[in-house]
Each structure stands twice: as structure tokens, then as C-alpha cells.
């Protein structure tokens, strides 16, 4: 067996040597995994004289394949089906337990299927990917046969993962049975919401199974906010809804009862750009309100599309706690879907989200793929090109700065992305 090792140690290639006499035989074969890791692929390929059909009908060399962890226990098998697998705490390939990934000694399962004479070397890339930021993208409204959809929540969470999304908020109206029993779909994160419907506007709350605690009623505003403080000592955070959707419009007199704000709800149309405006009138008060959105799905056919928009996340990982932390941050932005551009705001050490000391001789660094944007701050509006993905910005003292990225339509300027600020002391 040879061992090499190569970009500083994240991959571990095996070069390994099956002998015609282990042909018919099941064993393991050890490798390292250090500390710090969330995910390991094991990536594995040797010589095939005959694919295909021939294959099948002239067997020569085939290695099947499976693995175990730190403590012996058995995590899956693929046979010979699949020439990469992959094993994490929030998604794994299919055949595969997820996985808290422990550092020690874990095992390849070789099945030395059929062996050629001479024998055949295997070469095994085992690739470790480390806890850090990561790029999540999500829906965070939706509704499913518990309320007004269409779908089961299974058949959401399997719509969502085609669409390549990494969580999703099903948000059903003054109800959250469904919350107490979510189920389990690899590579899809599901956190717990609850749209609490009233004629004067519409809350998500997040976070929290069950955020009622007996009735989700309330005919005054000293009941409204008896419902909010029940729900925040719970944990939860509390979104307002299309605030000026012409049918259902935010109308409590209180804009201390939810801590942001979803300024994008389905496909852009006004009623957004006036949440957005509101939403920068709150910035200029000087409220800290991260902003949020969410496609409204209900079922096909209609205006919303499921993953239209979504709120892109940077996370320190895919669990629940940490998306929806990273989004209370507003360490995030809006885009019109998850192939669409991306947003990143630097200003010294502080992100999207974060409060900086004002410096003269520090630049707001923007990263984008799009090659004009819009920096928007409580002094006005300024539109700027791009090159390369990346511009630097010199501010005046100013409240917070966010950046939007907009296409024309008509006499409206329809936003396609648009980013949570940066404040300023």
C-alpha cells in the first residue's frame, strides 16, 4: 500500500494492490481522518479492460465499495455502482448514513469482486473538506397540505433539493403540527416556521416548533405583542410578511414586532419595491433589520414559483441553528434564485450583517458577478461598473451601505439581487 498525500494534506490518495487470491473476499482498509473535518469523499478508480455489456459478460476486474468510521460502525455500501461516495453530518450519497464526522481511524470496505491474474492497483483520493463558511441557499416561505398548498411537506423538501436548494422554511398559516414532525431528507435542512395569519399582516415566526402557546388569536395590539414576546421567549425570530402586498399589508401601528423584514416575496413586482423602501426607511431610523425572502409557493400553475426568490446564506454550516443564526446577522442577501448573482460585502473585518468603526483610509470591497450595481446608503443612491467581480468603495460617513443589483423593465428598475448592509457607528 502506498500513501501519498498532496494540497497540504486535504487529500489523501491510497494506492492500493489486490491480489487474484483476495478475489471473493471482503475487507478493510484504514486511513486517517483529522480533526476539524465535516465532509469526506472517497473518490476511487483501477484498471477495467471491458465496460458496459461486455463487462457484464466478460467479467474482468471489479471492486465494489463501502464505509465505516472512528468506531467500527457500518455507514453504507455501493457496490461497484457509484466511483465516488461521500459521507457528512447534513447529507451524504444515496445508500449512506449521515455522519458527524470524528477525527481517527476509519475504513474502506473493499469487495474484491472479480480479480484479473496479475492482480489490479486501486488508487483511492480521499478529499477532507473543513468546517468553515459556507454558501447555502434557501426558500423561507412556503406552504404545504397543512394549510393551503398543495404538496406534502416530503414532496416540498424533494421539490427544493432538485432545485439544488440547502434548506427551506415550510411556514403554514396559525398552524405548526407539521413542525413536530418534519421528515428527513438528505442535503436539505428544514427549519421550523409558522406564517401567523392575521387581517392586519402576516409574521413568519422561525425557529421554534410550536411558537403558540395555546391560541394563536389576538384582537388588540396589547395581544398581538403578548403573542410576539410568548414567541420570542421561546427563541423564535420574527419575520413581517409582504408588508405592502395590496391584498394583506402590514397594518399593526408597531414596528418593534418582528426583528426583519421580507422584502421579496414571489417574483419581483412593486409591491416589493415598496417593501424595499420601507425597509431603507427603517435603515435611516437607524433599525438594524436584516432582510429576508421567500417565494410563497403554494402549488404550480400559479404567480409564485417555488425557489423564486432565495435568501442566500453565509453559514457555518448546514444545520438549522446556524442558517437561521447567520440570517438574524444578516449575514445574507436576496437573489431572484439560486443561479442567479451573488453578493458579498467586506468592510475591513466586518461582513453583511455587522456594525464597523468608520475609517477613512478603509474600503467597502464588493464581490459580485454582475457588472453594475447599485450602493445604496442613508445619503442617496450611486450606480457603479464592475470589473472582475470585484470593486472598491470609499464612503463618506454614512449610516449603512447595502448593494442592489437591478434590470430594467419598463420604467421599472426590477431588482435581481440585493444585499443586507453594512452599519456604521
Not at 404545504?144 to 434548506?167: C, M
Not at 447595502?402 to 431588482?415: H, P, R
Request: charged fraction near 25%; include cysteine.
Amino acid at each position: 500500500m502506498i500513501i501519498n498525500k498532496r494540497k497540504g494534506g486535504d487529500v489523501t490518495v491510497i494506492k492500493h494492490k489486490i491480489t487474484k487470491d483476495k478475489e471473493g473476499q471482503y475487507y478493510t482498509l484504514p486511513f486517517d481522518v483529522p480533526e476539524g473535518v465535516v465532509k469526506i469523499t472517497v473518490s476511487y478508480d483501477y484498471y477495467k479492460p471491458t465496460k458496459g455489456v461486455m463487462g457484464d459478460l466478460k467479467p474482468s476486474n471489479t471492486i465494489d465499495i463501502g464505509l465505516m468510521d472512528e468506531a467500527g460502525n457500518f455507514l453504507g455500501w455501493s457496490g461497484s455502482s457509484h466511483s465516488t461516495i461521500y459521507v457528512g453530518q447534513y447529507d451524504s450519497s444515496a445508500g449512506y448514513l449521515c455522519k458527524k464526522i470524528k477525527e481517527g481511524k476509519w475504513q474502506i470496505i473493499i469487495g474484491a469482486y472479480h480479480v484479473m491474474d496479475e492482480g489490479v492497483e486501486v488508487t483511492y483520493d480521499i478529499d477532507f473538506e473543513y468546517a468553515g463558511e459556507v454558501l447555502l441557499y434557501g426558500d423561507l416561505h412556503m406552504h404545504s397540505t397543512a394549510s393551503d398548498g398543495v404538496f406534502s411537506a416530503w414532496e416540498l423538501g424533494s421539490l427544493a433539493k432538485e432545485k439544488g436548494l440547502d434548506f427551506i422554511a415550510i411556514a403554514n398559516h396559525n398552524n405548526f403540527s407539521e413542525n413536530l414532525a418534519l421528515p428527513h431528507i438528505d442535503g436539505l435542512t428544514f427549519i421550523p416556521a409558522v406564517e401567523w395569519t392575521h387581517y392586519k399582516g402576516h409574521m413568519n415566526f422561525f425557529g421554534v416548533p410550536a411558537p403558540f402557546e395555546n391560541s394563536f388569536i389576538a384582537n388588540s395590539a396589547e395581544e398581538m405583542r403578548s403573542i410576539i414576546n410568548h414567541a420570542r421567549g421561546l427563541g423564535a425570530t420574527i419575520s413581517v410578511n409582504h408588508p405592502d402586498c395590496p391584498i394583506c399589508p402590514y397594518k399593526w401601528d408597531d414596528d418593534s414586532a418582528f426583528d426583519m423584514m421580507e422584502i421579496w416575496n414571489g417574483p419581483m413586482r412593486p409591491s416589493n419595491i415598496k417593501a424595499v423602501k420601507r425597509w431603507t426607511s427603517l435603515l435611516k431610523e437607524g433599525r438594524h433589520i436584516p432582510a429576508v425572502g421567500g417565494s410563497d409557493f403554494h402549488k404550480p400553475g400559479q404567480f409564485a414559483k417555488l425557489g423564486v426568490p432565495v435568501t442566500a446564506v453565509y453559514s457555518a454550516s448546514a444545520s438549522k441553528d446556524d442558517i437561521l443564526s447567520a440570517i438574524k446577522q444578516g449575514n445574507c442577501f436576496v437573489t431572484e434564485s439560486k443561479n442567479s448573482v451573488k453578493i458579498r460585502l467586506i468592510y475591513g473585518d466586518c461582513v453583511m450583517g455587522q456594525t464597523a468603526e468608520y475609517d477613512e483610509n478603509t474600503w467597502l470591497e464588493i464581490y459580485t458577478d454582475s457588472d453594475r450595481i447599485v450602493i445604496v446608503t442613508d445619503k442617496g443612491e450611486k450606480e457603479l461598473m464592475v470589473r472582475n467581480g470585484h470593486i472598491k468603495v470609499r464612503l463618506r460617513k454614512v449610516k449603512f451601505a447595502y448593494v442592489k443589483i437591478c434590470k430594467k423593465f419598463g420604467k421599472l428598475g426590477l431588482i435581481r439581487a440585493i444585499s443586507n448592509p453594512i452599519y456604521f457607528k
